[in-house]
């Protein structure tokens, strides 16, 4: 597969991030105003409605993954830093960016950035220079000085390191710390121009006031390691977490040898994150008992949020103190009120709990598949669900609780086990799901589960039909369903050198059909397969359901489904590696079956029984597209590969696709034919999930741009931004939107109605998460009750009163008086090629006097209106 014909649009392709991703990778941040969450997502921020939860915009420009976002204080000014040590300032409302600064130098290439930018910046290269492995996690920037403190990560160290940058960032002074490796190792707190620098290592508490820059060590004298810190926001007063679950109250540290210290002690597990209310008289903390608890400090009392749904990984607290985001280790950012009440939650993809614990053991779904009712991808969620993530509108549209048991959470010195989904599949029409869970517990037997769901038009959700406990005497390796046939089978394979064939048996009645009830219907197991005892490994069924193969080590077999007897079995001598994964082809190569060894691809020849074509190539990964004939192939070396079954000559390949391991590929219908874009990319669009579980996919570099055409989104490829195509949205970003109309200029452009009329309808239109703060809308909405007027030579006339509104809907009275005045209307030529139709408009001087005042006034009382 090395020499390859590639279009010249396959040439153009880009890596692009569709969806998913860690939304809690680092602490959010909150607006001066509390109604705007700043959440990291990869090598971008993202904004969202604190009141709705709804995706606002994205601040883009970092090449490499973010480390962190901050609000520069008392500005409106976000910031950001990548860890090779750029750092990008964005306008807060338009997202523009303002300013770009680099710290340092790393020694690693930036070939990789899902906005479709392959870019090497080498005017932003400095003297600076960290070994190989190094990256940036961390970043303050101070307001008044300007100066940017860049926390440090070498792999070969046990330790993290701080730098302090000149505004410039040519000068720097390295700060005598040794940093855990923790996101939470340091916090800035002090009032403006008074702020002092908190940071902590295993045994030691690091204090420095930021002017005098004299670092300050303290010793905690416990055996209990510290693991987070956070400042209080005016006062001297720090907060640490520890790994025996005490929080330590350190007061006075920058003046005293020995600081007095307060303990608070409820959690049992590490504390994963504290932090400080505005005002400082309480605190707010979270580890992993997945228990959010508030410390009143004053009354030394503390209120619980028990059964918050995952292990708390970060806390945050808004501003104003009406809302606590909480960070969990699913993915998702919990929004709490002061009555300690979930008002909202942002969640992208949910992540397994393991996942983010790096337990050793951890399971994920042997493949991700497609629900053909929504066409929405099928994954793993929390521990035992699943989450259907829609395609169409890259959101999440619900998670199917699959074990129905409650989480458990870990203990000290112990792994607790949770039930995880390992296999599930679907029937063509989408009616049937079968999953397999597991529990893999080194220290208790194992527990198996298979299940099958049968969907429910009345409550449009699946509901389980039969649990077999037990299928196979082990794991199940394999689990697949019979497309395209009205007879219900499934098939799975297990670690027992064992498949079993299982049936639907018994047809509801037509009183059931009506209730959606199955009590007749249950599946079993209709047949057990081996062949020569040897270990069995994939499943897999042809396209039209008319022939199973089963893998028992190096062999292929092909079974028919509805006796059980074997047809053929398949081997070659030169080739006796075990067989990976095993995929039938489709359309044109319908005849062909795809075998995935260690070091080799064999394409067998069903009608031949022979084999059709060999190539050594490693691959980890194989994906068919179900509308063609198409594959798609991933190597070991993050290599992509699509090729036809029929030639084992690809038609187009792609180096190094992504630097981060991919798990899992499939292909997705596409809603229309797309005959612009190669052969293999008309019918379905081809998407992968990497390490850190963001979905991936190649497009054409302007392919954002028609998407956000179709959705009421408009593309700025000088910004790299998407912006909404609302009025406030405009209105808020400072740009206007363009039309295809030859422009006139604005002191010639006259309309007629009622004033004002257009900007009610778009307020009352439009949907409350699209609206601005209130304080945003009020002056333009009276602005426009006002008929401005045009001045010429200096002299005001009073025929020349300019409308801005063009548009006129009102009915009875007011349209008779509209028609009245263009009857009037009379025909003023200003240029040869065009004529321009002003009505007369009688203006008078009290009314925009009065009109005017109310500018002036305050508009906070419409808020109690609403």
Sequence with gaps: MANTEVRMNDNELVL??????????????????????????????????????????????????SAGVQLIRGTETLATCSRKGEIIFWSRKSAVVQERKVTIRLFMPCSYSTSGLFLISYEFLQDIILPPGAIVTGFHILRKEGDVFVVTQNSNKDHQSMLRFKPDCKTYQKLEMKLNKQIRCFAFGGELGKEYLGGISKQHLYVMKVKEGKVIRHTVGSENGLVCVTAHPTEEILATGDHSGRILIWR?????????????????????????????????????ECVMVKWFLEYQEKKFLPRIGAPIRYVVVSPDNVFVAACLDDNSIQLVNAQGKIKRVIQNFTWNAHISEKLPDHTILHKVRLDPRTNSLVMNGQPGHLQFFSMKSSKLLYNLDVVCQNYLTQERNAVIYNTDVTHVAFTSNGNWMATVEQRKDPEASLEVRLKFWKYAEKTQNFYLNTCVEDPHFGEVKALEMRPGSEDMLAVTSGADSKIKIWYLFGMPSSLEKESNSSSRECWHCDAVCTYKDLPVGDVGFSFDGSILGAVFSHSLTLWVPETSDLKSSLSHPYFRENIRQLQFGNGDCSHLVVCVMKTNVVVWNLLSLTVSWVVPIELKLLAADSLSSYMAGFTCDRDLIIFKPSDPQPVYTRKNICPDTVLQAIFVPLSANRSELSNWQQKSQLYFLNQYQELLALENPDENFKEAAGSGLQGDPEEGRILSLTPFGRMLAGVSQSTDVEPIESSSFISVGVPGEKEIKEFLSMPPHTM????????????????????????????MDVDEDNDSGMESEENKDVLEEMERMEIIDEKPVRKIYRPRIESTPELEKALSGILKEKTDWVSSLL
């Design 16 to 65: 692009k991030r569709k969806g998913g991703g860690s939304i809690v990778s680092h602490p959010p941040v909150f607006s001066s105003d509390s109604e705007v969450i700043y959440i990291v997502w990869g090598n971008s921020v993202r904004s969202y409605s604190t009141q709705t939860g709804e995706f606002l915009q994205e601040y883009e420009g970092l090449t490499e993954r």
């Design 252 to 288: 006075s540290f920058l003046d005293s040898k020995q600081p007095p210290k307060s303990i608070y002690h409820w959690h049992t597990l590490p504390v994963s994150d504290v932090c400080f209310s505005q005002e400082g008289s309480s605190m707010y903390s979270g580890g992993r």
């Design 772 to 799: 601005p703060p209130l304080r945003f809308i009020c002056n333009p909405l009276l602005a426009s009750l006002i008929r401005r007027t045009r001045k010429t030579e200096g002299k005001e006339d009073p025929e």
